[in-house]
């Protein structure tokens, strides 16, 4: 089967850090550009970031809302996606979910995990 | 940044009718272009890729059109479990942007 996990949500204060974790299985995590979306409490949905394949140099891009406070990480070994979130802002209060982009012909989120909620709050 | 705009925001419609949703791009995304339908509690699902390609599983009830700048989402035959938030997203450039999405209730 076919399956993101994500974990490492929680409740953190404005200013603080937390690292999110997506574990994947069911397919060749180094073949798929892998990314963050974000859902905000009663929200729409927000691109976060992107890694690309081990074959593009697992490079990295990110929106304007996170840059230079959020990294995206992944480790080939472990079938692992990761968002260290530093500086958190009050704003960044949501559902973070990991994403992955479909295989050649699919330019789009064809597999979704369950999300882990992030609350900043002082 | 490539805006999406969707309309209606929301729409009342009854099982057996046929609704439309529209999302707009500030600019060209030619066919760059996805529809994903959320239910309550749950992650988004990909309904549409590449603006008119079904994934495979989603019912034909569902149909995806448009190039450029417009795109429609029509689903035929309202069926219960349609009954939830859609919403299109462009990958013609990043970052990769969503439109404000389309409650459809009864």
């Known amino acids: 089967e076919v399956k993101l996990e994500e974990s490492g949500g929680g409740w953190v204060q404005p200013g603080g850090s937390l690292r999110l974790s997506c574990a994947a299985s069911?397919?060749?995590?180094?073949?798929?550009?892998m990314d963050w979306v974000r859902q905000a409490p009663g929200k729409g949905l927000e691109w976060v970031g992107r890694?690309?394949?081990?074959?593009?140099?697992?490079?990295?891009e990110y929106a304007a809302s996170v840059t230079g406070r959020f990294t995206i990480s992944r480790d080939e070994s472990k079938n692992s996606l990761y968002l260290q979130m530093n500086n958190l802002k009050i704003e960044d209060t949501a559902l973070y979910y990991c994403a992955r982009v479909g295989p050649p012909g699919i330019d789009a989120f064809d597999i979704w995990g369950q999300g882990t909620k992030v609350t900043v709050s002082s | 940044d490539i805006q999406m705009t969707q309309s209606p925001s929301s729409l009342s419609a009854s099982v057996g009718d046929r609704v439309t949703i529209t999302c707009r791009a500030s600019?060209?995304?030619?066919?760059?272009f996805n529809w994903y339908q959320q239910k309550p509690g749950k992650a988004p699902k990909l309904l549409i890729f590449g603006a008119s390609t079904l994934l495979g599983g989603v019912p034909s009830r569902f149909r995806g059109s448009g190039s450029g700048t417009e795109f429609t989402l029509t689903i035929s035959n309202l069926q219960p479990e349609d009954f939830a938030i859609y919403y299109c997203?462009?990958?013609?450039?990043?970052?990769?942007?969503f439109g404000g999405g389309t409650k459809v209730e009864i």
């Open positions: 997203q462009q990958t013609y450039s990043t970052p990769l942007t």
């Open positions: 600019q060209t995304v030619s066919s760059d």
């Open positions: 890694s690309r394949k081990k074959g593009e140099g697992h490079t990295t």
């Open positions: 069911g397919f060749i995590f180094s073949d798929h550009y």
